[in-house]
């Protein structure tokens, strides 16, 4: 590989931070995106304003062509490209799964037809969406044990649960895979195996836009909320603006407009809530920077380490915590506690700049561990990647907060 440095890859970088809109790559030439455009005119949908391209930091995203105003719609689909329980019922699957007792869940009908059309590969009507879908997800699910063993506690023990969600969600599922076996000539247990249900169920929860169905005898009662939207699923996350999203029952078009404007040749994001960077990764697999609802997690066991032994309300202290969601949730939080009174006020400031100081240093010590395994596992370089993005987040909250900390504690000396 060419090492990076020389005097033209200085020129360039000088170039790319002049003008950014030259690090954005279109990518709408590419063959995969000529037939979805195509697919999507023959089902009613044409849109001038945007193109899908690759962007710094985010990846593949739309970029707007035009300058978009707050007001203005992003993006309209006609209810015609949606994938829904509708489109699954109505199709071949729909007489198994009016049959199946008890009924398949709306996640599951959704997830069967997804691995079902991809494996008709260019039988599927819906090869041309199929083909622009990730290959692979980076949610935890997808991450390798010696991975996930990095994240923070509390995630970590989220990732474990939606593995072995996902993994009952399989098993589970098995008997309704078996009564398929009559519309395919290859055994259902190589067509619908584990890693072709875990790339369908990441795919429905990290893509589909929520859209609330009737319930129908057939489908279980669990809410039927999915809808997966192609195209306008290139759509990126960002914190910093907001949308109006919603199916348009007089249209029948699926619809986003914007409600922060948006520069011509720039990235056009939506936002999916706000939500911290644990839940980003867990339902998404992604970090972004500089997240404003981006948290530290502190847990009873340290607050309860920190905590003075001698304090006889200790017990009454972490109950009122939890009353108010305040254990295992935002450490900036912790910034905003009404003052009682000046030595109580002290002794919590140096409480909160001890465990303050205890974070750092153990965010530090994974990300030399993580820095480390980068160098040793070349194969895992993009998952570590990811949970080095979280952990040097959380370092940014943790010395902003030390920081102000330090200046409140100087105020009481
Ligand atoms: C609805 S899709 C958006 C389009 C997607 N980037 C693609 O290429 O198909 C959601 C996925 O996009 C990625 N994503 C969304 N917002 C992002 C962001 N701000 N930074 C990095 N990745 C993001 C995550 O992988 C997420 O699961």
Redesign the pocket.
């Known amino acids: 590989m060419k090492k990076r440095g020389g005097r033209t890859s200085r020129i360039r970088r000088r170039k790319l931070l002049r003008n950014p809109e030259s690090s954005r790559v279109n990518e709408s030439y590419k063959p995969e995106f000529i037939e979805l455009k195509k697919w999507l005119k023959d089902r009613k949908f044409e849109d001038a304003n945007l193109i899908p391209a690759r962007f710094p930091?985010?990846?593949?995203?739309l970029m707007s062509k035009t300058s978009l105003q707050a007001g203005q719609m992003i993006i309209s689909l006609p209810e015609s490209c949606l994938l829904t329980t509708d489109t699954v019922i109505r199709s071949y699957l729909g007489a198994y799964i009016a049959k199946w007792q008890p009924p398949p869940s709306p996640l599951l009908a959704l997830c069967a037809f997804l691995v079902s059309e991809k494996h008709a590969g260019n039988q599927s009507p819906w090869k041309p969406y199929l083909e622009?879908?990730?290959e692979a997800?980076?949610?935890p699910v997808c991450l390798e044990p010696e991975v996930v063993n990095l994240l923070p506690r509390p995630l970590k023990a989220k990732a474990r649960e939606q593995r072995t969600h996902v993994r009952e969600f399989f098993t589970s599922s098995r008997g309704f895979f078996s009564s398929l076996q009559p519309l395919f000539s290859q055994a259902v247990e190589s067509i619908f195996s584990h890693s072709a249900l875990l790339w369908a169920w990441c795919t429905v929860n990290?893509?589909a836009v929520y859209m609330k169905r009737p319930p129908r005898p057939c489908l279980s009662a669990e809410p039927d909320t999915y809808a997966l939207a192609p195209y306008l699923?290139?759509?990126?996350?960002?914190p910093r603006v907001q949308v109006k999203a919603a199916f348009n029952e007089e249209t029948r078009c699926y619809e986003i407009r914007t409600a922060t404007s948006c520069r011509k040749h720039e990235e056009v994001?939506i936002c999916?809530g706000p939500h911290d960077n644990h839940r980003?990764l867990l339902?998404?697999?992604?970090?972004?920077v500089r997240n404003p609802h981006a948290c530290v997690y502190v847990s009873e066991d340290t607050l309860v380490k920190y905590l003075p032994s001698t304090d006889k309300q200790m017990n009454k202290k972490i109950s009122i915590l939890k009353d108010h969601d305040f254990i295992d949730t935002c450490w900036k939080k912790v910034l905003l506690g009404e003052i009682i009174s000046d030595t109580n006020e002290k002794t919590s400031l140096d409480i909160a700049q001890k465990i303050c100081h205890y974070f750092i240093e153990e965010t530090n010590a994974v990300l030399q561990k993580v820095s480390h395994m980068k160098d040793e596992e070349s194969a895992l370089i993009n998952q570590l990647t990811l949970v080095e993005t979280l952990w040097t987040e959380e370092l940014k909250i943790l010395q902003a907060s030390a920081e102000i900390l330090s200046s409140l504690q100087t105020a009481f000396t």
Do not use: K, M
């Open positions: 930091g985010t990846g593949r995203g622009v879908l990730p997800y980076t949610c990290t893509r699923d290139l759509l990126n996350h960002s994001f999916y980003l339902e998404y697999g992604f970090v972004p």
